[in-house]
């Protein structure tokens, strides 16, 4: 008896296992990554940066794949820092989740919320926030500023 309850719940638990991985698969469309929090979001995606700051696109320095990913490459000056240590010219990479995203313009700040890649002194920091990449302004600061001051995710 004890043997066939064992079995039950054995398989109540891989079909029901079977079911949250169905589910989450399907939330998750071909060529984007499996995240645990809404990239879309500074207030999501700021507690898994590094850095978040502004910094002025001085060079697109084109395409490269690092770790699987399509990235576009930029040499970006940082202008203003509101997490972080990043100072001076750092490169950053940029790819969506669903494919090409727009080109940033050269001579344009923006918001970068970032994170170092494995080798950060080849590949740079990679751009987490993948929301619409609009020239910054005060409100998008004032939003960045609240987002930052969240508790930074271990």
Not at 133 to 153: E, G, I, N, T
Request: glycine fraction near 12%.
């Amino acid at each position: 008896m004890a043997l066939a309850v064992g079995a039950v719940a054995a398989g109540a638990l891989a079909v029901g296992g079977w079911l949250g991985y169905r589910h989450m698969e399907q939330q998750v469309a071909p060529g984007e990554a499996l995240r645990g929090y809404d990239a879309r979001s500074p207030a999501s995606t700021a507690p898994h940066t590094e850095n978040v700051f502004t910094g002025r696109v001085t060079a697109f320095e084109g395409q490269r794949d690092i770790e699987g990913w399509t990235q576009d490459v930029y040499r970006v000056e940082v202008t203003s820092v509101l997490r972080g240590n990043l100072r001076g010219t750092v490169r950053v990479t940029y790819g969506g989740d669903e494919g090409a995203t727009g080109r940033l313009a050269d001579g344009t700040t923006y918001v970068f919320a970032t994170h170092a890649w494995a080798d950060a002194a080849k590949d740079g920091h990679a751009q987490l926030y993948q929301g619409p990449m609009k020239p910054v302004d005060a409100a998008q600061l004032s939003v960045w500023k609240r987002a930052v001051a969240l508790p930074v995710v271990p």
